[in-house]
């Protein structure tokens, strides 16, 4: 009761936050007459001015009132409410906005501003293509006033990703800005480093693919002929079902949610049964022995290759090699792999080349 009352006489938390950034919109609103008289190169002058204002001690947010109403005159669109999103992203904060309302906009103010530190600001989104176009498009702007962009891409040279990150702003997608700070780690040299932001989408980056990991693989050595092995014996395991009394059914249970499979005493039994006979497993042995454990990973890859991945939603076949889908967004993801054997477990499925196991790098 106390904390409603308080809301309505003093506003919620958000309220009070957009109040206090509308006073710092007002003062923005009274500079646009000046900043309006000003010439194209009076305009241009202005960050390195800013720049000069830092440099003798100032700090952003006392520059932040001359910064966003330059960026308000370059554009000639910017209006109040993107000024008060523009604020919101300079604090460190989440600005919801919905399609349309012009996010991509909102954003152009906040990056100026960061930017003049020298320090470069990173403006992180889900694909390449976007990544592109919003270079470009707001590239014009921050050109105008004569800030560097740099766009980072797959399967960019060195020096061109090199020259990309030296930029004062570098767009680029999360996966992309994530790899490069592991390839930075698993650098031997200072002078092998480029990476030393901004987020565009943070619903899909943030939350949707924030359990998706960024790993970096080497190849190890070629177990393809183990893989085709347990591929031929996986359809002689039944699927069972676990009943309410805790008790497991059939060679195995798949848990769809986590994407794992587990053997039943039964389906274990089996499994030593056919690896003897196949000659991989001698007599007396056990599967979950310390020595046989990377047969019993095996069993498990192929079991969920089979069951638990699915061809043309989870992967799709392409020029002889399995492509993942990724179910977020839908896209295909060339080059990229399935770690811990599954990828080859996959291309054993579909009757493909299988490709060199990889180990983990970073």
Do not use: C
């Amino acid at each position: 009761m106390f904390s409603k009352l308080a809301t309505k006489m003093f506003g919620s938390k958000n309220a009070r936050e957009i109040k206090r950034m509308r006073k710092v919109v007002s003062r923005i609103n009274d500079l646009e007459e000046t900043f309006g008289a000003l010439s194209d190169s009076e305009l241009q002058g202005k960050t390195e001015e800013f720049r000069q204002r830092l440099e003798k001690g100032e700090s952003l947010d006392a520059i932040l009132p001359d910064a966003f109403a330059t960026v308000r005159e370059a554009s000639r669109r910017v209006y109040d409410v993107q000024l008060v999103g523009g604020m919101t992203l300079h604090e460190g904060r989440i600005a919801e906005m919905k399609t349309g309302e012009g996010k991509t906009l909102v954003a152009t103010a906040a990056v100026y501003l960061n930017a003049l530190s020298g320090k470069g600001v990173h403006v992180v989104t889900v694909n390449d293509y976007l990544a592109r176009r919003d270079a470009e498009w707001m590239g014009k702007l921050y050109r105008f006033l004569g800030m560097q962009v740099g766009v980072v891409a797959a399967g960019q040279p060195q020096e061109e990703k090199r020259a990309a990150y030296q930029a004062d702003i570098t767009y680029g997608t999360n996966n992309e800005f994530g790899f490069d700070y592991l390839r930075d780690n698993m650098a031997f040299s200072i002078q092998d480093k480029v990476q030393r932001g901004l987020n565009d989408e943070v619903d899909s980056i943030l939350i949707d693919e924030a359990r998706t990991p960024l790993v970096i693989s080497g190849a190890a050595e070629d177990s393809s002929k183990l893989y085709q092995a347990i591929n031929q014996l996986i359809p002689s395991l039944e699927k069972g079902e676990v009943s309410e009394e805790g008790e497991a059914s059939g060679d195995f249970t798949i848990d769809e949610k986590s994407r794992q499979v587990e053997l039943t005493e039964a389906g274990h039994e089996k499994v030593e049964d056919l690896l003897l006979n196949q000659g991989l497993l001698r007599e007396g042995e056990s599967l979950y022995s310390a020595a046989n454990l990377s047969l019993l990973h095996h069993v498990h890859s192929g079991l969920r290759a089979h069951h638990l991945f699915h061809k043309d939603v989870d992967y799709i076949v392409q020029g002889g090699q399995v492509v993942i889908v990724d179910e977020h967004t839908g896209r295909t993801m060339p080059g990229r792999r399935w770690s811990e054997g599954l990828h080859q477990a996959i291309e054993a499925k579909e009757g493909l080349k299988i490709q060199a196991e990889s180990q983990t790098l970073a």
